[in-house]
């Protein structure tokens, strides 16, 4: 079997039999000048005492490098005044050289736009501008994509043209993670979550489709998989019934892709004991795939109690639906009737559009059954 190397590159130690470790330097002081330079717009001027000192200021890291050069570049202050508020916050502050710089970032933006950053600090990777105005509650995405563009011309984010999507420094994700009180992350977390569990639905009824339609889910899923994974890991820690009933939602959407998808074992096993809201529901079903219609329907009753309890609109909805079935295979095609127009009010009133449209089919379908039989 050849032999194959890996290049790990990490901020933290790691100990591992056979693990060559090489320590990556900041840069030259010749190069962190020339990056300040040519960043700054030339505000910052090569060889001079006031490059040398911003370099030395920001530890030559490129990450501080870049958001100091945008703050000179885009503030309408003195470089002397930034260098000045830089330095203090070095010295009398004792800051390390990235954070005391986006101190001075953020401390430049108008509010809300650094609470706005400091929010996307959640996002535990790349992410689209419809997530982002999820994050602010902000409806209108143009609005939100201004706030986005300000960011990256403050090289306080990164838009990656080759994905489509904005990339937050792992350094600022944990800066900005530090900066949210616990009622501000949980708030922007639910946010999170909520988005999510849209895009996590979204995939899933991509591939009930056929064609391009289920390659389409797929490369969601795939795109926004640790997105949904820190979704779930979230919501797992939260006790109240609305997480809950997120919770659920989300589970239900991601076990859609627990055979297509390269779960480990022990995520199987946590997303499965995640699902245990699901498993009456689940159970309703094997016992109806196997011809138990009467224990089909018992399981499903018990299902339907729970969600009604947490108040999950959209399981509710999906077992109503269910039951509708189960009374059709009993003969009962006035209560199968009923139970699908109570399922076609609950996905009606949640405006889950391609959910509405099979209730409607499911209850055309027995209501022609039901006039034949007359």
């Given at each position: 079997?050849?032999?194959?190397?890996?290049?790990v590159?990490?901020?933290?130690?790691?100990?591992?039999?056979?693990?060559?470790?090489?320590?990556?330097?900041?840069?030259?002081?010749?190069?962190?000048?020339?990056?300040?330079t040519?960043?700054?717009?030339?505000?910052?001027?090569a060889?001079?005492?006031?490059?040398?000192?911003?370099?030395?200021?920001?530890?030559?890291?490129?990450?501080?490098?870049?958001?100091?050069?945008?703050?000179?570049?885009?503030?309408?202050?003195?470089?002397?005044?930034?260098?000045?508020?830089?330095?203090?916050?070095?010295?009398?502050?004792?800051?390390?050289?990235?954070?005391?710089?986006?101190?001075?970032?953020?401390?430049?933006?108008?509010e809300p736009?650094?609470?706005?950053?400091?929010?996307?600090?959640?996002?535990?990777?790349?992410?689209?501008?419809?997530?982002?105005?999820a994050?602010?509650?902000?409806?209108?995405?143009?609005?939100?994509?201004?706030?986005?563009?300000?960011?990256?011309?403050?090289?306080?984010?990164?838009?990656?043209?080759?994905?489509?999507?904005f990339?937050?420094?792992?350094?600022?994700?944990?800066?900005?993670?530090?900066?949210?009180?616990?009622?501000?992350?949980?708030?922007?977390?639910?946010?999170?979550?909520?988005?999510?569990?849209?895009?996590?639905?979204k995939?899933?009824?991509?591939?009930?489709?056929?064609?391009?339609?289920?390659?389409?889910?797929?490369?969601?899923?795939?795109?926004e998989?640790?997105?949904?994974?820190?979704?779930?890991?979230?919501?797992?820690t939260?006790?109240?019934?609305?997480?809950?009933?997120?919770?659920?939602?989300?589970?239900?959407?991601?076990?859609?892709?627990?055979?297509?998808?390269?779960?480990?074992?022990?995520?199987?096993?946590?997303?499965?004991?995640?699902?245990?809201?699901?498993?009456?529901?689940?159970?309703?079903?094997?016992?109806?795939?196997?011809?138990?219609?009467?224990?089909?329907?018992?399981?499903?009753?018990?299902?339907?109690?729970?969600?009604?309890?947490?108040?999950?609109?959209?399981?509710?909805?999906?077992?109503?639906?269910?039951?509708?079935?189960?009374?059709?295979?009993?003969?009962?095609?006035?209560?199968?009737?009923?139970?699908?127009?109570?399922?076609?009010?609950?996905?009606?009133?949640?405006?889950?559009?391609?959910?509405?449209?099979?209730a409607i089919?499911?209850?055309?379908?027995?209501?022609?059954?039901?006039?034949?039989?007359?």
């Amino acid at each position: 079997m050849p032999r194959t190397s890996v290049i790990v590159t990490t901020r933290w130690e790691i100990d591992l039999d056979g693990l060559k470790l090489e320590p990556v330097d900041e840069l030259d002081p010749a190069p962190a000048q020339e990056l300040l330079t040519e960043e700054s717009r030339g505000r910052l001027v090569a060889g001079t005492p006031a490059v040398a000192e911003a370099a030395k200021l920001c530890g030559r890291l490129p990450v501080a490098l870049l958001a100091f050069a945008a703050a000179v570049r885009t503030a309408k202050r003195p470089v002397d005044e930034l260098l000045l508020l830089l330095r203090e916050r070095r010295e009398a502050r004792t800051m390390k050289a990235v954070e005391a710089v986006f101190s001075l970032s953020e401390a430049l933006l108008p509010e809300p736009l650094a609470t706005r950053w400091h929010q996307l600090g959640v996002f535990p990777t790349s992410f689209d501008r419809r997530a982002a105005a999820a994050i602010w509650a902000e409806e209108d995405t143009e609005s939100a994509q201004r706030d986005l563009d300000l960011l990256c011309w403050a090289s306080l984010l990164r838009w990656v043209e080759m994905e489509n999507r904005f990339v937050l420094h792992d350094l600022a994700r944990e800066y900005c993670g530090r900066r949210l009180s616990e009622a501000q992350r949980d708030e922007a977390s639910l946010r999170h979550a909520r988005h999510y569990i849209a895009v996590g639905i979204k995939a899933e009824w991509s591939c009930l489709q056929h064609g391009k339609y289920v390659v389409d889910g797929l490369l969601l899923f795939e795109r926004e998989r640790t997105n949904l994974e820190t979704a779930f890991a979230w919501l797992q820690t939260c006790a109240e019934a609305p997480s809950a009933t997120l919770l659920i939602s989300l589970v239900g959407a991601m076990l859609s892709f627990e055979q297509s998808s390269d779960f480990s074992y022990n995520q199987r096993l946590t997303w499965l004991e995640a699902s245990r809201f699901l498993r009456s529901e689940r159970r309703g079903n094997i016992h109806f795939a196997y011809r138990d219609t009467p224990k089909a329907s018992e399981f499903s009753m018990r299902a339907l109690v729970t969600f009604y309890k947490i108040g999950s609109r959209h399981a509710e909805g999906g077992v109503v639906g269910n039951r509708g079935l189960f009374q059709l295979a009993l003969g009962d095609t006035p209560m199968a009737i009923e139970f699908r127009r109570q399922a076609l009010v609950a996905f009606s009133e949640l405006g889950a559009r391609h959910m509405e449209v099979d209730a409607i089919r499911a209850l055309l379908q027995e209501g022609s059954g039901e006039m034949d039989g007359a």
